[in-house]
């Protein structure tokens, strides 16, 4: 009967984050005491769930006179890539020391789970088991969610954030007086926020939160860029919602709203990427793909700019050959970009 290991992940490294503890944990005395110092740490931590049940797994395959192993493995607080990276290097560790026939992985959640084509791709898997932990519908166990969701980051960024950008919405419209556009800006906001979390565009914007706090802590020369970023995009919004207020048929209005707050917004994105780049540069990181990023976005506003031009004034004469020089011209700018790709 060949050798199996029973494998508690950690996604998100809350073993090493709350209690210092590195990865791979090998061995159920290990595991017990990692998991033992984690629940001490931070009660609600259902990582911590995961690991007990594991050595429960591992238990039972002993009693039943298997040959068996049980492990835990960590990622990276900045959920992704990096963890995955860190993940995929342990689990080649396991392997070569361990070499497994079979393993049973044991998650807390579907987060945890994402990780699992790496495992598949390693091992035979005989078992996925999620830990679900058991919680009575009471006033406390409401209390305690809450609380979670105001201390810990990872939750607060994804529920009050959105909430607070909702409040903050509707609250602009209010002070202006016309409640009635709070509405549409809260569907737009939605609309933009479901859009980002589908292809991953949250995780760009909290790269530039990151990226705009070391510049502050670190007094880096890219905060002025960062903050230069925000003072454009201001610009340029209510440049376009003075222009578009005056309109009264909708596509018109938005038209309008894109065409003369495009180029600031462009400029903000361009701003971003030096201060990206100036990063980059400090941390001695290659700095051209941020240029490219730059001339893209140039490219990307030259085409926006043109064809909502063109959409906006339809009446005027050479609306159309103005839009087809906007794209021959965003075509040779990318084009350009494309050089830094080397570099």
Not at 128 to 141: G, P
Not at 182 to 203: E, N, P, Q, S
Not at 247 to 252: A, E, G, K, Y
Not at 282 to 301: D, L
Request: glycine residues 8%; charged residues 20%; hydrophobic residues 50%.
């Amino acid at each position: 009967m060949g050798k199996k290991v029973v494998i508690a992940i950690d996604r998100d490294d809350d073993l090493g984050q709350k209690v210092g503890i590195v990865s791979p944990v090998v061995g159920r005395e290990n595991v017990l005491q990692a998991a033992v110092r984690l629940i001490l740490a931070d009660p609600e931590d259902s990582d911590a769930n995961a690991m007990f049940s594991a050595i429960k797994i591992y238990d039972e395959l002993i009693e039943k006179g298997e040959d068996c192993e049980v492990v835990v493995v960590t990622g990276d607080k900045n959920v992704g890539k990096v963890s995955d990276t860190k993940i995929a290097e342990q689990l080649d560790s396991i392997q070569v020391k361990l070499n497994p026939e079979s393993v049973i992985v044991v998650t807390d959640g579907s987060e945890d789970e994402f990780v699992m084509p790496l495992v598949y791709s390693r091992f035979k898997v005989d078992l996925l088991h999620r830990v679900v932990v058991k919680q009575s519908k009471t006033l406390e166990s409401t209390y305690f969610l809450l609380r979670r969701m105001f201390n810990e980051p990872k939750v607060a960024r994804v529920t009050l954030a959105p909430i607070g950008i909702i409040f903050l919405v509707y609250s602009f419209f209010l002070l202006i007086q016309h409640p009635e556009w709070g509405v549409g800006g809260i569907i737009l906001f939605l609309g933009l926020y479901f859009v980002g979390k589908a292809y991953g565009l949250d995780k760009y914007l909290g790269s530039i939160v990151e990226g705009i706090r070391q510049s502050v802590s670190e007094g880096r020369l890219s905060f002025v860029f960062y903050l230069g970023a925000g003072i454009l995009m201001m610009v340029g919004f209510a440049i376009g919602f003075n222009a578009a207020i005056a309109q009264t048929v909708p596509h018109l209005a938005i038209a309008t709203f894109i065409f003369y707050s495009i180029a600031w917004i462009i400029l903000s994105a361009v701003s971003i990427a030096i201060a990206r780049a100036i990063d980059a540069f400090s941390e001695g990181r290659r700095v051209g793909k941020h240029f490219t990023s730059a001339f893209i976005a140039i490219s990307i506003g030259l085409v926006i700019w043109g064809a909502t031009g063109y959409i906006a004034n339809p009446e005027i004469r050479d609306s159309v050959y103005r839009f087809a020089a906007a794209v021959f011209a965003a075509l040779f700018v990318s084009a350009i970009g494309l050089l830094f790709t080397r570099k």
